[in-house]
């Protein structure tokens, strides 16, 4: 009887480290506008007096969504952005923009980059006060941290912005 009772005991442990799964697990990890992860605060802006941003540690991310929310008050209301990048957090780095391309005389590839930096713009559809939400898939950058700032332009109207972060790590 005893010796049924221990090979039953070493076949069921067999079975349950057979059955382990062994994948690592994607993980999470959330940033607010504010740089607060408690709080559903907005950020309340007026055209063409300021900015709001929102910064993550993006070292171990594959990529990131950027999810916001935007309240107009009266009419339609244009959003700007700008992605920047950091390996120290403290010297940031904009988002490269390609001018144009072209083949030299000696046969050389040329690329000319933009000097200015590289803007993203969102008209919303709404032109009542409401609330119009979107989605966004970031640029895969390698950096310690990235930042979004977002900025309401003049001839714009005053906007309520709420904006997350999810950075995503695939699992491995």
Same mark, same amino acid.
């Given at each position: 009887? #005893? #010796?049924?009772?221990?090979?039953? +005991?070493?076949? /069921?442990?067999?079975?349950?480290m057979t059955s382990t799964s062994l994948a690592a697990p994607s993980y999470f990890t959330r940033s607010t506008l504010n740089d607060s992860t408690a709080?559903? &605060?907005?950020?309340?802006?007026?055209?063409? %007096? /300021?900015? @709001? %941003?929102?910064?993550?540690?993006?070292? =171990?991310?594959?990529?990131s969504n950027l999810y916001i929310n935007l309240y107009a008050s009266t009419s339609a209301s244009i959003l700007n952005w700008k992605y920047q990048y950091s390996n120290n957090n403290v010297?940031?780095? =904009?988002? =490269?923009? +390609?001018?144009? @391309? !072209? &083949?030299l005389a000696s046969g050389d590839q040329a690329v000319?980059?933009? @000097?200015?930096? !590289?803007?993203?713009?969102? %008209?919303? /559809?709404? &032109? !009542? @006060?409401? %609330?119009?939400? #979107?989605?966004?898939?970031?640029?895969?950058i390698v950096a310690g941290w990235t930042r979004? +700032?977002?900025?309401v332009p003049i001839g714009s109207e005053n906007s309520t912005i709420y904006?997350?972060?999810?950075?995503?790590r695939l699992p491995q």
């Open positions: 009887m #005893k #010796k049924f009772l221990v090979a039953g +005991i070493i076949v /069921g442990v067999g079975l349950l709080t559903t &605060t907005a950020a309340f802006m007026t055209p063409g %007096t /300021g900015t @709001s %941003t929102i910064s993550f540690v993006s070292a =171990d991310a594959d990529y010297d940031w780095y =904009d988002e =490269d923009a +390609i001018a144009s @391309s !072209v &083949t000319f980059h933009a @000097s200015s930096t !590289v803007t993203h713009v969102w %008209t919303t /559809g709404n &032109t !009542v @006060s409401s %609330t119009t939400r #979107k989605v966004l898939a970031m640029p895969n979004v +700032i977002f900025s904006a997350e972060v999810l950075p995503k």
